[in-house]
């Protein structure tokens, strides 16, 4: 159909459809030599189609497997993070479902109400002021880059790494986060780490490997040192030989990580005397049901299969409201 009579017919069905101004409508080609704007030509794969990320960040995003997006949360709404986690520590708020990880060095001491005794807060969809996090408009605009629109959170955390123990128990061997997961595709998975204070070397930044998000799955096993002490299912690759290209992220308050579920990664020991911290999405783009997006091989999985340990968690996804955020 010829331009001036595709607007016609467009003025005519918007008319019938009750609209005002049909008038201003003009006809545009679908295909052919008009691209919309941010559209990029190449073959893309981990990557979605949208005018948020660069092509140089998309480039880097499919080639590396992640992304740092400087600043991208306020100090603000970190402050608020922090102090609602402060209140989950002292046991001023308890919230429903959530999963509360103690270093495996005091697991077994008596409960002081401080954030001294908690490692990590897991699923906190039902606490509201964490939740918020999962809601920033600037973390799902580029989330979406990865998953698509129509987002579901199907896991969260607060980490609260403490010193180390001297026994590497603040370490986070290198994994791939889909050896936890029990939905697919991986391509529409994206983890959003947020850092919520400076993180280097010394405090145990993220290390990552980059490109490895384009491998498969690899084994998992507790890390030789096991015997010194390493938190339950804290489960790392076997390969250790990939360990030398390790990639140490340096980032600031805000600074958010993106990262494909394949990507191998892990987190070194902080030797500090801070307990630092981050915040963590794992989304995914909604399915429904959620059957559908289970793995066959992987359809009863939850963490607690994967252990001798009690793990008390399972995924609770929670669909993530955009409208009016
Ligand atoms: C957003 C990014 C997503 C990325 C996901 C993938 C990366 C990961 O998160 S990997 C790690 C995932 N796993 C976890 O985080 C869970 C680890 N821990 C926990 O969930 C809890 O601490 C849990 C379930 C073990 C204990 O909970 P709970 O039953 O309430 O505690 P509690 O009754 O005090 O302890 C039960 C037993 O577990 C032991 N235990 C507690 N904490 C630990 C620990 N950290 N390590 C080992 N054992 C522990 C206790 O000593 C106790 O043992 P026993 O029965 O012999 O006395
Ligand atoms: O921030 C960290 O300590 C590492 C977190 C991590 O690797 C994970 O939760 O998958």
Redesign the pocket.
């Known amino acids: 159909m010829d331009q001036p009579r595709a607007a016609a017919r467009l003025r005519v069905l918007l008319g019938q459809l009750g609209r005002r101004s049909a008038g201003a409508v003009i006809a545009h080609p679908t295909s052919g030599a008009v691209p919309p704007a941010g559209f990029h030509p190449q073959q893309f794969q981990y990557t979605r189609d949208n005018s948020v990320l660069t092509l140089e960040q998309r480039q880097f995003y499919e080639d590396n497997g992640f992304l740092v997006i400087k600043k991208l949360v306020s100090d603000a709404d970190i402050e608020c993070f922090r102090n609602e986690f402060e209140r989950i520590c002292r046991k001023e708020v308890e919230p429903m479902r959530l999963?509360?990880?103690?270093?495996?060095t005091i697991?077994?001491s008596e409960y002081v109400p401080s954030e001294k005794m908690i490692?990590?807060v897991?699923d906190f969809q039902e606490d509201e002021e964490l939740f918020r996090y999962c809601t920033l408009p600037e973390v799902l605009k580029y989330v979406e880059c990865f998953t698509g629109p129509n987002i579901m959170a199907m896991?969260?955390?607060l980490i609260n790494k403490p010193p180390d123990s001297g026994k590497k128990t603040s370490c986070?061997p290198l994994?791939q986060?889909l050896h936890?997961f029990p939905f697919r595709p991986s391509n529409n998975i994206v983890?959003a780490w947020t850092a919520m204070e400076h993180i280097d070397r010394n405090n145990g930044c993220l290390a990552v490997l980059p490109g490895t998000h384009k491998s498969s799955l690899k084994p998992h096993h507790y890390p030789q040192w096991e015997e010194e002490g390493v938190?339950?299912?804290?489960?790392g690759i076997e390969d250790d030989d990939e360990n030398n290209d390790q990639v140490h992220l340096v980032v600031e308050k805000g600074d958010t990580v993106f990262f494909h579920p394949l990507l191998i990664h892990g987190s070194g020991r902080n030797k500090t005397q801070g307990f630092q911290k981050v915040t963590?999405?794992?989304s995914s783009k909604q399915s429904q049901p959620l059957r559908d997006m289970m793995d066959p091989g992987q359809e009863a999985t939850t963490?607690a299969s994967r252990d001798d340990?009690?793990?008390?968690?399972a995924f609770s996804p929670k669909i993530i409201d955009r409208k009016g955020k």
């Open positions: 999963v509360v990880m103690r270093d495996v697991a077994k490692t990590k897991q896991h969260t955390m986070h994994h986060d936890y983890c938190n339950g299912i804290f489960h963590a999405l794992v963490l340990i009690l793990i008390t968690n």
